[in-house]
């Protein structure tokens, strides 16, 4: 992926930008791949596509055919909401992107791509108290590139869903 060099402004707001709140942190690891077992079926949620991604061409409704037509591909089953909502664990991939281009500095396009599973829960001590958490999650990943470089982005996006399939294939190839 082209690196560009940034301006110290620019710096400080990609720092910033990583230190915003995420969904959840990385939640990869064979703890949490255990809660994608028997999951057959996932309702995406692409968020947070503003102005500047449409402007580069990265639109909410590509990134929605994008994730579900990989998730397909795997063999992971696109629920709608109301699937998703009847269906046991109501399992919900979200990703978050959001996209900058500074006005003082329109070569560059700052970005940040999120990608979290929710799921229904019950806690431990009382069976009876339900919530949704993020079961699963990857790092959020935060750059700077080209403008004129908006695959780098999707490249984003598409390494995050990767991320997620290869978890879920991991576990559920095991059983």
Known sequence: ???????????????????????????????????????TGVHVVVDGVGPDAERGGITQAGLQ???????????LRVLTAAEAMASVGRPTLTLRVSVVR?????????????????QQIRLAR???????????????EVGAVPAARPAAVRDAVRAKVEQFV??????????
């Not at 055919?65 to 063999?75: I, K, W």
Request: no cysteine.
């Open 1 to 39: 992926m082209d690196r560009i060099a940034l301006p110290l402004a620019w710096v400080g707001a990609v720092l910033l930008a990583a230190a915003a709140p995420a969904p959840a942190p990385a939640l990869d690891t064979p703890n949490e791949r255990v809660t994608l077992s028997n999951l």
């Open 65 to 75: 055919t994008e994730v579900e037509g990989r998730l397909r591909r795997a063999g």
């Open 102 to 118: 500074p006005t003082d500095a329109p070569q560059v396009t700052v970005y940040s791509v999120d990608l979290a599973l929710r």
């Open 126 to 140: 009382d069976r009876a108290i339900e919530s949704f958490a993020v079961t699963w999650s990857d790092t959020r």
């Open 166 to 175: 290869q978890a879920w294939q991991t576990v559920n190839q095991e059983r």
